[in-house]
């Protein structure tokens, strides 16, 4: 994904300290200072350091004339990986779409198209974390012909490809079948979507996946 490379200078690069355009303009940060500005985000969340997001009536007042988020987010829907907590951020920050096994269909597509070319957000992260339910359905169908109630099966179905791939791979099964499809959810959307294409070559976005430790906290930018 040639979109992610150059991701380990981030660590080393001084912290920005940002917020997204208060008057709802369009965001000023180039890709890498919002993948620095999330980077730095989550070593706060990770580290208990205090923190009061920008939740206040003003915020609210100022972003109600607009929004100019700086930065995309497709995560899991699971209770435990909220992307504005994870990355310490407030209203009109992140734009988020959140989707069983953080899978995008052409809505959460779309809705990260509008993010990109309409509201200006340079960067998008697709976001997978430990212990994902919606994997380990795709394992257990892969696995076991598990089936599924309702439309569950329609969540853990488009990640079966993901489970076939990292089979024979040392390691954790789980863990590398959440990793190898946060990396497929994300190259899937700029194969699919020109719009995206588009932005990638006018260096105006970066796309990335991550992975998100459910009990240190912590986000790795996946590489690749
Ligand atoms: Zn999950």
């Known amino acids: 994904m040639a979109a992610a490379a150059g991701l380990f200078a981030v660590a080393a690069a001084a912290p920005v300290v940002v917020r997204a355009a208060p008057e709802g303009f369009k965001t000023k940060l180039t890709p890498d200072e919002a993948l620095r500005a999330l980077h730095d985000g989550n070593e706060r969340f990770a580290a208990d350091a205090p923190f009061r997001p920008e939740i206040s009536s003003a915020r609210r007042a100022a972003t109600a004339r607009g929004q100019g988020p700086f930065a995309s987010i497709v995560s899991c829907a699971d209770s435990r990986v909220a992307p504005e907590l994870v990355f310490s951020r407030g209203i009109g920050e992140l734009f988020v779409v959140r989707t ?3 899978i995008a269909d052409a809505v959460a597509l779309g809705s990260v198209e509008y993010s990109v070319a309409v509201l200006g957000s ?63 959810v994300a190259e899937g959307m700029i194969t699919r979507s020109p719009v995206l294409q588009d932005a990638i070559r006018k260096d105006k976005l970066r796309v990335i996946a991550a992975h998100y430790g459910l009990a240190d906290g912590r986000v790795e930018f996946l590489g690749g």
């Open 100 to 102: 069983a096994g953080n």
């Open 122 to 184: 340079p960067l998008l992260v697709v976001m997978g974390h430990a212990s994902c339910g919606a994997v380990a359905a795709a394992v257990d169908m892969v696995e076991k012909n598990a089936t599924f109630p309702g439309s569950i099966g329609e969540v853990a179905r488009p990640i079966v490809p993901a489970v076939q791939a990292v089979r024979g791979r040392s390691g954790d099964k789980l863990g590398n079948a959440i990793r190898e499809n946060a990396v497929r």
